[in-house]
């Protein structure tokens, strides 16, 4: 396995920490030009693939207020991460899960046996040479020229024949300038992109017309997370994550890198420059973009009670969202409402189970200040007590949160886009869905019979398995 | 889901047959009970199927007890109110 791959899950998993992070990047005086932008913004007010309730937004504006005269890229002491935890909490708790796994492993104990286990080390991310900025197919004859609109199709189209269900675009001003770190700079060079520097203290310089990012959501399996859900008596919260349910997450991972490899070569090979956030220029480096505000501001959701995107069809399942900075000119999407947050208000799904008491509890948003170490000041929304999640080894040792929301439900059953839309329309309901979530068994923790049953299910009649080559046809009746 | 709605509507229109035939007298707010009854069965039925398919079997039980239930209580009153009604008018 990759050393990339862990890097990346974990540093992926610290961007739900908070919306903003990154460098303010340069002042005004670096910013791209924007003339077009009105014009941009007013001919692609056409949003993503949502479902009819959901309604588009003004563009910059969220269901997540934001005070962008407080809000910054990166944290008080300039960092773009706080990786401290709580380290106590954190060997206690890793000490006692090694004892629960060696357990499961020396009595064949379901979901934490060794084939469980061996499943969860097995899929992992491969080895993928990584170029972070990558020139443009100069072969001007293999060119693809649309308009912007036509531009977002083409790689929404592409992306969704990779993997995702749903993409956006937006275009970087100075206020999307934030959430990327200090690496990256616009307006200061005259070429696409010019690599300054090596290693920890490389930048990237962009050109003002590499300003477009496509946004594409990618999933984790939510039916397969589910095999994860444990359930601890003297607490009442999660347990352990059980391996056999985390595979979902670590095959994510593996679906996010090969999806970015494949829309990072298209668009370059389209003929035009695209940056892959989530590397440094040289291979190793400054690392991470934040990916959640660009999923926010590009239409993929609204910002949940754990701070991940929560898609208005599939919920916080979404593992990341994956973008691409580019010179070729997208019609942006504007951000939604579809009641997510305000469903927020009376569900507590993942709140009430969260092992270290890390999910934010606070029943409404109520300031714009951080209320917990290592969050951001700036936005009026909920909020990870990072130092508690990361304390007992999340996101390796927990994913809890994840899986538990009552928008993460497969759409087979009618009832759930009934209570999406619903929820769209009024949130008077909210807390009565809320309830029959918990009371119809969703999220609960699988018996020892359904986990080792998972070996031996019905491949006619599962329908989570990602069969290669089959898109959504059925197998066999 | 196919073949649960094709008995449906057999169902439907034989019931529909004996009405007529057997000259049973039928109040409007007899079917409106009945159709909301017929509409939540449908409903469940569906629900219960797909939460089989969502892997969710728990979930799909837990269907007919929240939305089963009040379905068949829909359908057996206006039943009841029409079947009493017309032997009290039979007799
Ligand atoms: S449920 Fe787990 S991953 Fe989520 S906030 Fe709590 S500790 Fe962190
Ligand atoms: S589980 Fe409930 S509170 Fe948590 S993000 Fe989903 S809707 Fe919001």
Redesign the pocket.
């Known amino acids: 396995m990759s050393q990339f791959h862990s890097t990346l899950s974990r540093r992926e998993f610290m961007k739900a920490l908070g919306i903003g992070a990154g460098a303010l990047a340069g002042a005004a005086a670096v910013a791209p030009a924007f003339q077009d932008l009105d014009e941009l913004t007013a001919s692609a007010k056409k949003s993503s693939d949502h479902p009819w309730w959901v309604k588009a937004r003004d563009f910059g504006s969220l269901t997540t207020e934001v005070d962008w005269t407080v809000l910054k890229g990166h944290l008080a002491d300039g960092s773009y991460n706080d990786s401290r935890s709580d380290s106590s909490a954190s060997t206690d708790y890793s000490s006692r899960v090694n004892e629960w796994l060696a357990d499961g492993r020396a009595k064949k104990i379901p979901g934490r046996s060794n084939r469980d286990q061996a499943a969860k080390s097995a899929i992992g991310t491969p080895s993928i040479t990584w170029t972070w900025p990558m020139a443009a197919n100069s072969n001007a004859a293999q060119k693809w020229e649309g308009t912007p609109e036509d531009n977002f199709q083409t790689l929404r189209s592409f992306a969704h024949y990779c993997g995702s269900p749903n993409c956006g675009a937006l275009v970087i001003d100075d206020k999307m300038e934030r959430f990327v770190t200090k690496a990256l700079e616009w307006g200061t060079t005259s070429s696409a992109y010019e690599v300054v520097g090596s290693g920890n203290s490389a930048t990237i310089k962009f050109s003002g017309n590499m300003k477009y990012v496509f946004t594409a959501t990618i999933l984790q399996n939510y039916t397969h997370k589910s095999y994860e859900n444990t359930k601890d008596d003297s607490t009442g919260r999660a347990g352990f994550s059980m391996p056999l349910g985390d595979v979902s997450r670590q095959r994510a991972y593996a679906d996010i890198a090969m999806f970015e490899f494949w829309m990072q070569r298209f668009i370059t090979t389209l003929g035009y420059n695209c940056y892959l956030q989530g590397g440094s220029p040289n291979g190793s480096g400054p690392g991470g973009r934040v990916n959640i505000p660009y999923g926010l501001f590009s239409g993929l959701g609204e910002q949940?009670?754990?701070g991940h995107v929560?898609s208005p069809t599939n919920?916080?399942i979404v593992r990341k969202t994956s973008f691409f900075i580019t010179d070729m000119p997208l019609a942006p999407t504007p951000p939604i409402d579809f009641g997510?947050t305000k469903?927020?208000e009376s569900?507590?799904?993942?709140?009430e189970m969260c092992p270290s008491t890390a999910c934010d509890d606070r029943k409404k948003r109520d300031t714009f200040d951080a209320p917990f170490p290592g969050g951001r000041p700036g936005y009026n929304g909920w909020r990870v007590h990072w130092w508690k999640c990361t304390g007992i080894g999340a996101p390796n040792t927990c994913g809890t949160?994840h899986g538990?929301?009552?928008?993460n439900h497969e759409n087979d059953a009618l009832i759930h886009p009934f209570v999406r839309a619903s929820a769209a329309i009024t949130p008077l309901f909210n807390g009565f869905y809320?309830t029959m979530d918990r009371f119809m068994n969703y999220g609960a923790a699988k018996t020892e019979k359904e986990l080792n049953d998972w070996w031996y299910r019905d491949f006619k009649s599962y329908k989570a398995d990602a069969i290669f080559g089959q898109g959504s046809f059925q197998s066999m009746l | 889901m196919f073949f649960v709605g094709l008995l449906f509507a057999i169902v439907l229109a034989v019931l529909i047959t004996l009405i007529i035939v057997n000259k049973i007298s039928v109040r409007w707010w007899e079917w409106v009970l009945f159709a909301i009854g017929a509409i939540l069965l449908l409903f469940t039925v569906q629900n219960f199927l797909s939460s089989f398919s969502e892997n969710e079997p728990i979930v799909a039980w837990r269907f007919l007890l929240v939305l089963g239930l009040p379905a068949l209580i829909f359908l057996i009153i206006p039943v009841l109110l029409a079947v009493r009604r017309n032997s009290t008018a039979a007799a």
Request: hydrophobic share 40%.
């Open positions: 949940g009670r754990t929560m919920g916080i997510g469903f927020c569900c507590m799904r993942c709140a949160c538990l929301c009552p928008f809320a």
